[in-house]
C-alpha cells in the first residue's frame, strides 16, 4: 500500500449550467476544453464540464452491482467504485458515484478505507455535496449518526474542514484499522474557487 503523504488531494472541475460556471476546486489549474453534450453529469442528471484538462487514468475499477455508501441521515445513497489516486492527485471520475482509494487504504471492514467523491456549486449536486451546507460551511451530519458501506455500519465520529495545502500533512492517511474516512471539496460561501476539502471520519460498529 502506498501512501503519499506529500501531494494527495482532491483536483479541481468545473461545472457549466445554463452558463452559470460551478467550480469544484482543489488544486487550482487553468486549461479548458469544449463542452460537449454527451460529456458527465450531475446526480440531477445537469452537464458537467471540465475548466481543465482531466487528469490521467486513475486505474479505475468500475462500480459493483449492489456496492453501495448510505449516508441515512442526509438521505445519501450513491453506487461505490474504486480508483487509485495518480501524480498525487485524487480525482473521482465522475460525479454521481463515490470512490474507494485504493493505493491509500483497503476496502473492507478490517481496513483503513478512504472514499472521496465530488461536490459541485452553483446549483450541481454530487455526492459530497449532501454531506456540507455550503452557505454556512458547516456539516449536514452529526457526529453519532451512520454510515453504511456495502451495508456495514460506521458511526460518525468527527467532521472537519481542512486546509487543501494541509490535507498531506494533516495525518488523515494514518487512520487505524476500522475507520472509514470521506472526503470531498468545501464549497467556498462566496462562490470562489475551493481552497478547503471537507472530512468525515467513522468508526466501524461492532456486530
Known amino acids: 500500500m502506498i501512501k503519499d503523504r506529500s501531494t494527495s488531494w482532491i483536483t479541481s472541475t468545473m461545472m457549466v449550467i445554463g452558463g452559470v460556471a460551478v467550480l469544484l476546486g482543489a488544486a487550482v489549474l487553468s486549461w479548458s476544453v469544449v463542452a460537449t453534450p454527451d460529456g458527465p453529469r450531475d446526480l440531477n442528471g445537469n452537464l458537467v ?3 481543465e484538462d482531466p487528469p490521467p487514468p486513475a486505474d479505475l475499477q ?3 452491482d449492489g456496492l453501495r455508501l448510505r449516508v441515512p441521515q442526509v438521505e445519501l445513497e450513491v453506487g461505490v467504485g474504486e480508483m487509485h489516486s495518480v501524480g498525487g492527485q485524487v480525482t473521482p471520475p465522475d460525479f454521481t458515484n463515490a470512490y474507494i482509494v485504493r493505493d491509500l487504504g483497503g476496502s473492507g ?3 483503513s478505507v478512504y472514499i472521496a467523491m465530488h461536490s459541485l456549486r452553483g446549483g450541481g449536486v454530487a455526492p459530497g455535496n449532501s454531506l456540507f451546507d455550503a452557505d454556512s ?3 449536514l451530519v452529526a457526529v ?3 454510515i453504511y458501506l456495502d451495508g456495514v455500519e460506521y458511526r460518525i465520529t468527527q467532521t472537519r474542514n481542512v486546509l487543501k495545502k494541509e490535507l498531506p ?3 488523515i492517511w494514518d487512520q487505524p484499522a476500522g475507520t472509514l474516512t470521506l472526503i470531498t471539496c468545501l464549497q467556498e460561501i462566496d462562490g470562489r474557487a475551493s481552497t478547503m476539502n471537507f472530512v468525515v471520519t467513522a468508526s466501524l460498529v461492532a456486530g
Open 169 to 171: 500533512s494533516d495525518g
Open 144 to 146: 453519532g449518526s451512520a
Open 62 to 64: 468500475p462500480t459493483a
Open 49 to 51: 464540464l471540465f475548466d
Open 109 to 111: 471492514p478490517g481496513d
Open 137 to 139: 460551511q458547516q456539516a
